[in-house]
């Protein structure tokens, strides 16, 4: 929903419309502090209102933000990933042998199919973007899995290559405002590929990857992958 909420004001928004109430409430109960695990980030938010480092009525939502922005976007950075190897078999052997391109490879999947798709701007003075003009205050929307995929950049842009170098792309955005969470997520990535390819041998698709449409967010409703152990 909160994916949704960035637009178009279309179908995909209109179907939970109903319930935005409702599960904002949600969201925000789980914010609060006696919601929360001791030894968390959460926890940690709220000793620093503590310290006085932000106010009590900030970190409720410093917590809400890290939670919205944190686990829809790594699901399915984390799928993109399995996905990837699952039908790349080669590059599956090629982490297995060098399982320190555990990072490279997360970096690579989130560059491949740049699980955030889209991210917005607001133009604060009339500017000029390739010849057409923006107006102060005018919205900018930024197609990161287009530039993650611009020719210009990326040789042969649409495959899946360990053997790139996959800095420099915007799948965690660019700027002030790029993702805040993106070591989070690497060291995540890290954890799980690592452990897999210690001890998968093989991974595969068991069946037809089905999409999940959002309109921020490329992910998946089902990707059925099997897991051979290494021998
Ligand atoms: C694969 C995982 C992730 C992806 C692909 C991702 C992607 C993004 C993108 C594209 C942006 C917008 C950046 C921009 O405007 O330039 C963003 C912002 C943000 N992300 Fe992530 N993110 C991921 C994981 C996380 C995690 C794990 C956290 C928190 C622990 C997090 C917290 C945030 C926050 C708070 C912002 C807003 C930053 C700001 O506006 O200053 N993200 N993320």
């Known amino acids: 929903?909160?994916?949704n909420a960035f637009g178009p004001r279309n179908a995909l928004v209109e179907a939970d419309a109903h319930r935005v109430g409702a599960l904002s409430d949600w969201v925000n109960a789980q914010c609060a502090r006696g919601a929360l695990s001791e030894d968390g980030f959460g926890a940690r938010v709220w000793a620093a209102a503590d310290r006085g480092d932000l106010t009590h009525a900030q970190a409720p939502l410093v917590v809400?933000?890290?939670?919205t922005a944190g686990i829809d976007t790594t699901v399915p950075g984390l799928a993109a990933a399995l996905y990837a190897f699952a039908t790349h078999p080669e590059e599956w052997q090629?982490?297995?042998e060098r399982p320190e391109l555990a990072r490279v490879a997360f970096d690579e999947a989130v560059r491949w199919q740049s699980s955030v798709q889209t991210f917005?701007?607001?133009a604060t003075t009339d500017v000029d973007i390739a010849g057409t003009r923006i107006s102060a205050g005018g919205k900018?929307?930024?197609f990161l899995g287009s530039a993650n995929r611009d020719p210009d950049r990326w040789a042969d842009p649409d495959r899946f290559d360990l053997t790139r170098d996959p800095s420099g792309h915007v799948g965690?955005?660019?700027g002030i405002h790029q993702c805040v969470g993106q070591h989070v997520a690497r060291l995540e990535a890290e954890a799980l590929l690592t452990a897999l390819a210690s001890r998968v041998g093989q991974l595969a698709l068991a069946g037809e990857p089905r999409r999940?449409?959002?309109n921020t967010l490329r992910s998946w409703s089902a990707l059925p992958v099997r897991v051979l152990p290494a021998d």
């Open 1 to 3: 929903m909160a994916f």
């Open 64 to 67: 809400r933000s890290l939670l």
């Open 94 to 96: 090629r982490l297995r």
């Open 120 to 122: 917005f701007r607001t």
């Open 140 to 142: 900018i929307l930024m």
């Open 172 to 174: 965690f955005g660019m």
């Open 212 to 214: 999940h449409l959002n």
